[in-house]
């Protein structure tokens, strides 16, 4: 039997459903989804995509024993990526223990398995932001959250697999996602990116309000960021199938840090709109915790072969804004 079926988990989330629709787009086969669709509209953001399976969480060990000599790799982005999340049982159990049970799935039957990391991993950022895995690089990181440390303790379980030579996949990579924005994340309610929370505000030539700063080295909406285009991570997890001797632990942003205002306007500008930025006061619960700056360190990315420019905020939010947003059928 070919293997031609390839897993997506999270594939009707944000970021999964739009690799799902890149894989489509290239030709990489059949398409198994493994995702909650839940009550809301979250099934809209694969409504397009011709798929192979749809199948539930629950029944996810039953469909991979079933299909185990057709599936060519696994992609797992489904988590639990709120921030805010406090249930660290239920975080554990579907970032951590899954991911384990992925990992150990595709070691055993030499497949390639491409998982999501996170930046939340860096923590306050005070360490930099290395993707080098090494176990001592990696016990060093503090995340600031339980999403975090679901995604640090995970990476630092690969690390050890490779190095006490315990059985591993072909290939495997994860990729430490910074602030990605794009179509699909109409689902995600407070985690939705800014750009999406601000548009209809925007849209309507009202004045849209950023978090005051509370340190004293950044002015007020110029907290910075790396923001990296959806569209730049399915391509990269393309290139990274189209390379199977690739593996290892790899930053995905743009390469640069830039300030909510830019972002903010950059959608007037997509709207052919002049700025209208004001600001707000940040919850004191969201204070401590807060990152001022992210900058993902694309070296090791370049260095492995990935030679694809990431896309300038400017024409992403462009993107996002004119062909997605603000049109009757904003999904990917």
Known sequence: MNRNMIIVTGGA???GSCIVAALERAGKGDIAVIDYLGTDEKWKNIAKRELAACVHPDDTDAFLERHRERISAIIHMGAISSTTETDA???A???FTLSLKLWDFCAAAGIPFIYA???ATYGDGSLGFDDTDTQEHLNALRPLNCYGWSKAVFDRKVARERDEFRP???????LKFFNVYGPNEYHK???KSVIAHIFPIARQNEEVKLFKSYHPDYKDGWQLRD???VGDIADVVLWLLDHPRVSGLFNVGSGEARSFYDLAASTFAALGLEPKIGYKEMPESLRPKYQYYTKANLTKLRSVGYDKPMTRLEDGVRQYVQNFLNTEDPYM
Do not use: E, K
């Open 13 to 15: 989330g944000f970021i």
């Open 89 to 91: 049982d239920l975080i």
């Open 93 to 95: 159990r579907t970032n």
């Open 117 to 119: 990391s996170s930046a």
């Open 168 to 174: 591993v996949p072909p290939q495997y990579a994860g």
């Open 189 to 191: 309610g407070t985690m």
């Open 227 to 229: 923001f990296v285009w």
